[in-house]
């Protein structure tokens, strides 16, 4: 079965630094991989996904996220944060027949002024 | 285009009382998805429907969960009866397909249960 691990409930940066999120993945097989952002009270919103073509991706808001299948990672970064950019973010992996989903237990990210 | 839409947004019940959710996905979205995100935690999925056809359900607490989609396109979710644990956001999802497809989320409802 596939799971997803999230390193660090809570992440805090300064306005205009690095912004780095930590994932890592378990499947027997290979993944589709996907970072999803969720503001307070709303759904979620997906960032970006890796579905096998390159293994740098890049999505909204000036995000990305590198695939290494080496060390079953999915790490999220962006350069430099905005206060937008506070809120809850998920990683998440689908595998098998249906792509069934799984998501990690999320990443708060606060940005301090 | 319009979003996943859910009602109600908000649901306050007392134990052992039935509850149903409701959610349109998106036009022409083929798979659609219902999730319990417990405070804390990521969404789980509770079940997931291809067209009109279930082809997850293995996390659903059929004792007492139920869904449908009778015609392949909205859907219903019901509790009942439900327990204290089951507070918690229900989202609504809905996807193209389901081969690697974004998953567009409705903004969920949420239910206590007292």
């Known amino acids: 079965a596939q799971s997803v691990t999230q390193l660090g409930s809570h992440v805090s940066v300064s306005e205009g630094a690095l912004v780095l999120l930590r994932c890592n993945y378990s499947s027997s097989v290979p993944p589709y991989l996907f970072w999803y952002v969720q503001y307070p009270n709303q759904g979620l919103q997906l960032l970006l996904k890796y579905t096998s073509a390159a293994t740098l991706v890049k999505g909204i808001n000036g995000f990305e996220a590198e695939f290494k299948k080496s060390e079953t990672s999915f790490h999220l970064t962006k350069p430099s944060a905005h206060m937008s950019d506070a809120a809850e973010y998920f990683c998440?992996?689908?595998?098998?027949?249906?792509?069934?989903?799984?998501f990690g237990t999320g990443t708060k990210l606060q940005v301090i002024p | 285009e319009a979003g996943v839409a859910q009602s109600p947004r908000y649901k306050i019940i007392e134990k052992r009382q039935s509850v149903a959710f409701w959610c349109n996905p998106i036009?022409?979205?083929?798979?659609l998805y219902w999730y319990q995100q417990i405070l804390g935690q990521g969404p789980k999925l509770l079940i997931q429907f291809q067209n009109n056809g279930v082809v997850d359900d293995s996390q659903l607490p059929k004792d007492r969960f139920s869904a449908e989609r009778l015609k392949g396109v909205d859907s219903t979710l019901k509790i009942q009866p439900a327990k204290l644990e089951d507070s918690a956001v229900y989202l609504c999802a809905s996807s193209l397909d389901f081969r690697g497809e974004t998953q567009y989320f409705g903004p969920g409802t949420r239910l206590l249960v007292l």
């Open positions: 036009s022409g979205h083929a798979t």
């Open positions: 998440a992996v689908s595998v098998g027949s249906y792509q069934k989903v799984t």
